[in-house]
């Protein structure tokens, strides 16, 4: 896997699971880093999954974040093949990360667009959210 051999070269060690995320159990502060990319969830889970991320990251822990953002319903209905979300409430807003990461020294906060060339189901003009955090409040 191309992660593995980054890491392997960069002499660091990597340790990842795949589960449902609702009911992944770790203690407050596991984590250095969280990386939440097009990780889009259901309306209801929304808030709470951002949360329980804050609550797993270490002080000075990291977020790095891109997902579709609000603005990009136009772009997937002028454009299926570029996939993502097709309810606006399942897309995020720079408002909601702030709402969601507000103890975070903010390195990098945007809604950009952007040319995806991610497969067959990922292709064309897309907006996106890009937020870089670090948490400074536990």
Known sequence: MKAEKLARRAGVSLDYRVGDFGTLE??????????????HFSPDKKAAYHQKVDKLLKPGGMVIL???????????????????PGKEEALLSVAEIREYFPGYAILQLE???????????????????????RKITQ
């Open 66 to 84: 891109e997902a579709f953002s609000k603005s990009h319903l136009k772009f997937n209905q002028r454009n299926p093949s570029v996939g993502g």
């Open 26 to 39: 770790y203690p407050s502060g596991y984590f250095d880093t969280a990386g939440l990319i097009y990780a």
């Open 111 to 133: 809604e950009t667009e952007i040319e995806l060339q991610e497969g067959a189901f990922h292709r064309g003009r897309a907006s996106v959210i890009r937020f870089v955090g």
